[in-house]
């Protein structure tokens, strides 16, 4: 029986102290016990958790549409920072995609893990070589291929799939 999600992340984020990008994303669609699980990790670590779309479309009201696509790496960025935690838990990114913000949704999130370990739910996919958001043909749609994160399946109950750098590691 597989480790719940929580442990899983857990068990991943030591794997990424000495990576370039302290990154570990939990994929899957809605309903997978993504939010269920940052909240576990923020109750057990007191690590705190961002609600990006909230948190995000508060501050980018204030400013002008011109003005929110050269501001919200910025803003996220600060964000971050202000939580001064070596471990910050990220959960609805989707505003991230939007096409008006024109962001690269999985670099911004690498460079937010620089100095400081990110999990985040991702809402898409991740098929073993190409993470994605959407359906091709959707305006907001993503594909990667071999990510530089750590990646966890959410709600795969048969099996653990994490990769670093694109390289299996469990």
Sequence with gaps: M???????????????????????LAVGPARTGKTAMLTELADQHS??????????????????HRQRATRVAGILDDMVRR???EVVLLDNIELL???EL????????????RNRAII??????FDGAYLTYAEPGHPEARRYQTPQAVIVK???IDQLEAQSLGEEII
């Design 120 to 125: 985040a739910a991702w809402p898409g996919g």
């Design 47 to 64: 690590w705190p958790r961002l609600n990006v779309n909230l948190c995000l479309s508060e501050r980018l009201l204030e400013l002008t």
């Design 102 to 113: 024109a962001q690269d949704p999985l670099r911004l999130l690498q460079s937010l893990s």
């Design 83 to 85: 939580e001064n935690s």
């Design 2 to 24: 597989p480790a719940p999600l929580a442990s899983q992340i857990e068990d991943v984020l030591p794997r990424t102290r000495d990576a370039y990008y302290k990154l570990v």
């Design 97 to 99: 995609f939007a096409e």
């Design 154 to 156: 959410a709600g795969d």
